[in-house]
């Protein structure tokens, strides 16, 4: 059975810094492209960012683009996103997801995404 537990997520200051991280078990992520997703209060989910399963090329949305950071590392089956320079506007539950690279999936909204951590709330204010 998949599993996806998110840590790393709290309270930090505009201008700080968190590292996510997300420990995977039951599944081969090795074939899974992995993604980070965000939803605020009242607003939708949004794809923060993901990682390939073949040549880990990466995509991140325009809002967290030379701030935030993923990587992947396979044979700890973990996934993390290095978040610097916060916003008032990062403020979310950050998910980790991941999907087989040969599916349907979209990493901007989710969709397609089949496995699902809890998640962790980020929250940046002063």
């Known amino acids: 059975q998949a599993q996806l537990v998110e840590s790393g997520g709290g309270l930090v200051e505009p201008g700080g810094s968190l590292r996510l991280s997300c420990a995977m078990s039951?599944?081969?992520?090795?074939?899974?492209?992995l993604g980070w997703f965000r939803q605020a209060p009242g607003k939708e989910r949004e794809g923060v960012s993901s990682?390939?399963?073949?040549?880990?090329?990466?995509r991140y949305a325009d809002s967290v683009k030379g701030r935030f950071t993923i990587w992947r590392d396979n044979p700890k089956k973990a996934v993390y996103l290095q978040m610097n320079n916060l916003k008032s506007e990062d403020t979310a539950v950050y998910y980790c997801?991941?999907?087989?690279?040969?599916?349907?999936?979209?990493?901007?909204?989710?969709?397609?995404?089949?496995?699902w951590g809890q998640g962790t709330q980020v929250t940046v204010s002063s």
């Open positions: 039951g599944f081969s992520v090795d074939y899974f492209v």
């Open positions: 990682i390939s399963a073949g040549d880990g090329s990466t």
């Open positions: 997801a991941a999907a087989y690279y040969g599916g349907n999936y979209d990493p901007t909204t989710g969709d397609g995404f089949g496995y």
